[in-house]
Antibody
Framework: QVQLQQSGPGLVKPSQTLSLTCAISGDSVSSNSAAWNWIRQSPSRGLEWLGR?????????GYAVSVKGRITINPDTSKNQFSLQLHSVTPEDTAVYYC??????????WGQGTMVTVSS | QSVLTQPPSASGTPGQRVTISCSGS????????VNWYQQLPGTAPKLLIYSNNQRPSGVPDRFSGSKSGTSASLAISGLQSEDEAEYYCAAWDGSLNGYVFGTGTKVTVL
Protein backbone atom coordinates (compact mmCIF):
# COMPACT_ATOMS: atom_id res chain seq x y z
CA GLN A 1 0.00 0.00 0.00
CA VAL A 2 1.05 3.63 -0.38
CA GLN A 3 3.08 5.06 2.46
CA LEU A 4 4.71 8.43 3.02
CA GLN A 5 7.70 8.73 5.38
CA GLN A 6 8.76 12.20 6.49
CA SER A 7 12.20 13.25 7.67
CA GLY A 8 13.83 16.49 8.72
CA PRO A 9 14.83 18.55 11.76
CA GLY A 10 12.38 19.45 14.47
CA LEU A 11 14.06 22.73 15.44
CA VAL A 12 14.85 25.64 13.14
CA LYS A 13 16.23 29.06 14.06
CA PRO A 14 14.34 32.23 13.12
CA SER A 15 15.25 33.63 9.67
CA GLN A 16 16.64 30.27 8.57
CA THR A 17 15.17 27.70 6.14
CA LEU A 18 12.90 24.85 7.21
CA SER A 19 13.61 21.72 5.12
CA LEU A 20 11.59 18.51 5.15
CA THR A 21 11.54 15.46 2.88
CA CYS A 22 8.75 13.00 2.15
CA ALA A 23 9.74 9.56 0.80
CA ILE A 24 7.08 7.74 -1.22
CA SER A 25 6.56 3.97 -1.30
CA GLY A 26 3.87 2.21 -3.28
CA ASP A 27 3.39 5.07 -5.76
CA SER A 28 5.51 7.37 -7.92
CA VAL A 29 6.22 11.05 -7.52
CA SER A 30 5.94 11.16 -11.34
CA SER A 31 2.41 9.71 -11.31
CA ASN A 32 0.08 11.33 -13.83
CA SER A 33 -2.89 11.09 -11.47
CA ALA A 34 -1.51 12.25 -8.11
CA ALA A 35 -0.32 15.52 -6.62
CA TRP A 36 2.13 15.70 -3.74
CA ASN A 37 1.30 18.21 -1.04
CA TRP A 38 2.58 19.82 2.12
CA ILE A 39 0.08 20.76 4.83
CA ARG A 40 0.72 22.12 8.30
CA GLN A 41 -1.31 22.34 11.50
CA SER A 42 -1.02 24.69 14.43
CA PRO A 43 -3.42 25.74 17.20
CA SER A 44 -3.53 29.31 15.87
CA ARG A 45 -3.91 28.57 12.13
CA GLY A 46 -5.60 25.16 12.12
CA LEU A 47 -4.97 22.94 9.10
CA GLU A 48 -3.29 24.97 6.36
CA TRP A 49 -2.44 23.73 2.87
CA LEU A 50 0.97 25.05 1.82
CA GLY A 51 1.44 23.80 -1.72
CA ARG A 52 1.90 20.92 -4.14
CA UNK A 53 3.96 19.53 -6.97
CA UNK A 54 2.66 17.25 -9.69
CA UNK A 55 3.57 15.82 -13.07
CA UNK A 56 1.34 16.04 -16.11
CA UNK A 57 3.76 15.61 -19.01
CA UNK A 58 5.80 18.30 -17.26
CA UNK A 59 6.22 19.45 -13.67
CA UNK A 60 3.87 21.95 -12.06
CA UNK A 61 3.85 23.64 -8.68
CA GLY A 62 1.21 25.54 -6.77
CA TYR A 63 1.60 27.44 -3.52
CA ALA A 64 -0.67 28.99 -0.94
CA VAL A 65 -0.88 32.78 -0.98
CA SER A 66 0.08 32.87 2.69
CA VAL A 67 3.57 31.45 2.01
CA LYS A 68 4.15 32.35 -1.63
CA GLY A 69 7.60 33.81 -2.13
CA ARG A 70 9.00 31.85 0.80
CA ILE A 71 8.22 28.27 -0.24
CA THR A 72 9.70 25.75 -2.63
CA ILE A 73 8.41 22.22 -3.21
CA ASN A 74 10.60 20.01 -5.38
CA PRO A 75 10.25 16.46 -6.66
CA ASP A 76 13.22 14.09 -6.64
CA THR A 77 12.53 11.36 -9.16
CA SER A 78 15.80 9.53 -8.48
CA LYS A 79 14.75 8.91 -4.86
CA ASN A 80 10.98 8.94 -5.40
CA GLN A 81 10.42 11.68 -2.88
CA PHE A 82 9.57 15.36 -2.66
CA SER A 83 10.73 18.12 -0.40
CA LEU A 84 9.58 21.30 1.29
CA GLN A 85 11.72 24.35 1.84
CA LEU A 86 10.26 27.29 3.75
CA HIS A 87 12.58 30.26 3.90
CA SER A 88 12.92 33.10 6.41
CA VAL A 89 10.92 31.32 9.09
CA THR A 90 9.48 33.02 12.16
CA PRO A 91 7.90 31.57 15.32
CA GLU A 92 4.56 31.78 13.45
CA ASP A 93 5.80 28.89 11.30
CA THR A 94 5.92 26.58 14.31
CA ALA A 95 3.55 23.72 13.49
CA VAL A 96 3.16 20.04 12.73
CA TYR A 97 4.03 19.59 9.06
CA TYR A 98 2.48 16.81 6.99
CA CYS A 99 3.11 15.57 3.49
CA UNK A 100 0.11 14.10 1.69
CA UNK A 101 -0.87 12.52 -1.62
CA UNK A 102 -3.84 14.06 -3.38
CA UNK A 103 -5.80 11.82 -5.75
CA UNK A 104 -9.20 12.55 -7.24
CA UNK A 105 -9.48 15.86 -5.40
CA UNK A 106 -8.76 14.53 -1.90
CA UNK A 107 -5.55 14.15 0.10
CA UNK A 108 -5.94 10.47 0.90
CA UNK A 109 -2.55 9.32 2.22
CA TRP A 110 -0.69 11.37 4.82
CA GLY A 111 2.77 11.18 6.31
CA GLN A 112 3.25 10.71 10.04
CA GLY A 113 3.78 14.41 10.70
CA THR A 114 6.83 16.35 11.89
CA MET A 115 6.64 18.84 14.73
CA VAL A 116 8.81 21.81 13.73
CA THR A 117 9.60 24.50 16.28
CA VAL A 118 11.05 27.83 15.21
CA SER A 119 13.13 29.12 18.09
CA SER A 120 16.60 30.45 18.81
CA GLN B 1 -6.99 31.24 8.70
CA SER B 2 -9.52 28.44 8.07
CA VAL B 3 -11.89 29.31 5.23
CA LEU B 4 -14.66 26.79 5.97
CA THR B 5 -16.75 27.21 9.11
CA GLN B 6 -17.72 24.35 11.43
CA PRO B 7 -19.24 24.29 14.92
CA PRO B 8 -16.48 23.90 17.52
CA SER B 9 -18.11 20.95 19.23
CA ALA B 10 -20.77 18.28 18.98
CA SER B 11 -21.75 15.46 21.31
CA GLY B 12 -24.01 12.48 21.73
CA THR B 13 -24.52 9.30 23.68
CA PRO B 14 -23.59 5.90 22.25
CA GLY B 15 -25.99 4.87 19.53
CA GLN B 16 -27.18 8.41 18.79
CA ARG B 17 -26.83 10.27 15.50
CA VAL B 18 -24.59 13.32 15.35
CA THR B 19 -24.43 15.80 12.48
CA ILE B 20 -21.62 18.28 11.75
CA SER B 21 -22.08 21.20 9.39
CA CYS B 22 -19.54 22.87 7.13
CA SER B 23 -20.24 26.29 5.66
CA GLY B 24 -18.27 27.66 2.75
CA SER B 25 -18.73 29.88 -0.28
CA UNK B 26 -19.28 29.68 -4.02
CA UNK B 27 -15.57 29.46 -4.67
CA UNK B 28 -15.04 26.29 -2.61
CA UNK B 29 -17.96 24.16 -1.33
CA UNK B 30 -20.25 25.70 -3.90
CA UNK B 31 -18.11 24.73 -6.86
CA UNK B 32 -16.10 21.66 -5.85
CA UNK B 33 -16.52 18.42 -3.96
CA VAL B 34 -16.17 18.24 -0.19
CA ASN B 35 -14.00 15.83 1.74
CA TRP B 36 -14.13 14.97 5.44
CA TYR B 37 -11.31 13.94 7.76
CA GLN B 38 -11.17 12.34 11.18
CA GLN B 39 -8.21 13.16 13.40
CA LEU B 40 -7.41 11.30 16.59
CA PRO B 41 -5.04 12.97 19.10
CA GLY B 42 -1.42 12.83 18.00
CA THR B 43 -2.15 11.34 14.59
CA ALA B 44 -2.48 12.58 11.03
CA PRO B 45 -5.94 13.29 9.62
CA LYS B 46 -7.60 10.26 8.05
CA LEU B 47 -9.81 10.56 4.96
CA LEU B 48 -13.35 9.67 5.99
CA ILE B 49 -15.54 10.91 3.10
CA TYR B 50 -14.49 12.08 -0.38
CA SER B 51 -16.43 13.58 -3.28
CA ASN B 52 -19.23 14.73 -0.92
CA ASN B 53 -20.57 11.29 -0.02
CA GLN B 54 -18.12 8.52 -0.92
CA ARG B 55 -16.46 6.35 1.71
CA PRO B 56 -12.94 4.99 1.19
CA SER B 57 -12.52 1.29 1.68
CA GLY B 58 -12.59 0.40 5.37
CA VAL B 59 -14.66 3.35 6.57
CA PRO B 60 -17.84 2.13 8.31
CA ASP B 61 -21.16 2.99 6.68
CA ARG B 62 -22.12 4.76 9.92
CA PHE B 63 -20.37 7.75 8.38
CA SER B 64 -22.16 9.60 5.59
CA GLY B 65 -21.74 12.93 3.84
CA SER B 66 -23.97 15.29 1.90
CA LYS B 67 -23.73 18.69 0.21
CA SER B 68 -26.21 21.34 -0.79
CA GLY B 69 -25.16 24.66 -2.30
CA THR B 70 -22.38 26.18 -0.21
CA SER B 71 -22.89 23.89 2.79
CA ALA B 72 -22.02 20.31 3.54
CA SER B 73 -22.70 17.89 6.38
CA LEU B 74 -21.17 14.84 7.97
CA ALA B 75 -23.45 12.46 9.84
CA ILE B 76 -22.36 9.78 12.27
CA SER B 77 -25.08 7.22 12.97
CA GLY B 78 -24.91 4.77 15.84
CA LEU B 79 -22.24 6.83 17.61
CA GLN B 80 -19.49 4.76 19.21
CA SER B 81 -16.83 5.65 21.78
CA GLU B 82 -14.07 5.30 19.18
CA ASP B 83 -15.71 8.09 17.15
CA GLU B 84 -14.52 10.61 19.71
CA ALA B 85 -12.17 12.75 17.59
CA GLU B 86 -11.76 16.02 15.72
CA TYR B 87 -13.50 16.22 12.32
CA TYR B 88 -12.59 18.54 9.46
CA CYS B 89 -14.22 19.36 6.15
CA ALA B 90 -12.10 20.42 3.17
CA ALA B 91 -12.42 21.46 -0.45
CA TRP B 92 -10.51 23.08 -3.29
CA ASP B 93 -10.99 26.85 -3.52
CA GLY B 94 -10.94 28.15 -7.06
CA SER B 95 -10.48 31.79 -6.04
CA LEU B 96 -7.53 31.09 -3.74
CA ASN B 97 -6.29 28.36 -6.09
CA GLY B 98 -5.57 26.21 -3.06
CA TYR B 99 -7.00 23.54 -0.80
CA VAL B 100 -8.90 24.86 2.22
CA PHE B 101 -9.92 23.25 5.48
CA GLY B 102 -12.68 23.76 8.00
CA THR B 103 -12.19 25.06 11.53
CA GLY B 104 -12.73 21.59 12.98
CA THR B 105 -15.40 20.04 15.22
CA LYS B 106 -14.59 18.11 18.37
CA VAL B 107 -17.01 15.20 18.79
CA THR B 108 -17.48 13.94 22.33
CA VAL B 109 -19.22 10.68 23.19
CA LEU B 110 -21.03 11.20 26.50
Amino acid sequence: QVQLQQSGPGLVKPSQTLSLTCAISGDSVSSNSAAWNWIRQSPSRGLEWLGRTYYRSKWYNGYAVSVKGRITINPDTSKNQFSLQLHSVTPEDTAVYYCARLVGGAPDIWGQGTMVTVSS
Amino acid sequence: QSVLTQPPSASGTPGQRVTISCSGSRSNVGSDTVNWYQQLPGTAPKLLIYSNNQRPSGVPDRFSGSKSGTSASLAISGLQSEDEAEYYCAAWDGSLNGYVFGTGTKVTVL
